[in-house]
């Protein structure tokens, strides 16, 4: 069964350093996600991509993050400088098409800001 | 405002008991959902209710929604060991509804443990 796939499972940085998530959608999917998790917290929503643009992001999505579709596979995070408070779990997520509610997840990143 | 508060946030029961999770939401939606989520896994998608849906079964999953209310509700029957994991409602509003980008809107979700 296709799935979407992110890596690293396990990301360990730097304070102020700059980090990027990578997610591999599942192939024929258009829509894209990030979520992320803080330990023993709610998932919150990021941010949504479609057509190459960002079409939805939430007041965390701040400028230190980005997003990017380098190509026809990778969907990216990117954090510039990242804080401690950005430790947390990063899940990738992705949908066929603007009917289809069902989001699909990947495994996630666990990001240590140290 | 907390959308999709789930309770209660742990539950403990035997195997083979039935487990129910609610979930309560403040804002109108669209649709709400289930996930489960494994310790340290990704999220897996279980049910999803329409909000013009009042109940929805899914083999062992029973759900219920009460728009009235902004409340809803997973019921596990017949629960096995396999079942233990946090389960979480997400919605999704129709502010948004449309585009197709919507992001969900979680909540904390209900740990549930399956004694064997």
């Known amino acids: 069964e296709p799935e979407v796939t992110q890596t690293p499972s396990h990301q360990v940085t730097q304070m102020g350093q700059e980090v990027i998530l990578r997610c591999v959608p599942i192939?024929?999917?258009?829509?894209f996600y990030w979520y992320r998790q803080i330990l023993g917290q709610k998932v919150e929503f990021l941010v949504s991509?479609?057509?190459?643009?960002?079409?939805?992001k939430s007041e965390i999505f701040d400028d230190q993050f980005s997003v990017e579709r380098p190509d026809g596979s990778n969907f990216t995070l990117k954090i510039r400088s990242t804080k401690l408070e950005d430790s947390a779990m990063y899940f990738c997520?992705?949908?066929?098409?603007?009917?289809?509610?069902?989001?699909?997840f990947g495994a996630g990143t666990r990001l240590s800001v140290l | 405002s907390q959308q999709g508060e789930e309770d209660p946030q742990a539950l403990s029961i035997q195997e083979g008991e039935n487990a129910t999770m609610n979930c309560s939401y403040k804002?109108?939606?669209?649709?709400l959902q289930w996930y489960r989520q494994n310790s340290g896994r990704g999220l897996v998608h279980l049910i999803l209710?329409?909000?013009?849906?009042r109940e929805k079964h899914s083999g062992r999953l029973r759900v219920t929604l009460d728009t009235s209310k902004k409340s809803s509700s997973l019921l596990i029957t017949a629960s096995r060991a396999a079942d233990t994991a946090s389960y979480f409602c997400?919605?999704?509003?129709?502010?948004?509804?449309?585009?197709?980008?919507?992001?969900?809107?979680f909540g904390k979700g209900t740990h549930l443990i399956i004694q064997p």
């Open positions: 192939s024929n999917h258009l829509y």
């Open positions: 997520a992705s949908i066929l098409g603007p009917l289809q509610n069902i989001q699909y």
């Open positions: 997400a919605t999704v509003s129709p502010a948004y509804s449309g585009g197709g980008a919507d992001g969900l809107t």
């Open positions: 991509f479609y057509n190459n643009e960002i079409s939805e």
């Open positions: 804002t109108s939606i669209n649709n």
């Open positions: 209710i329409r909000s013009n849906e």
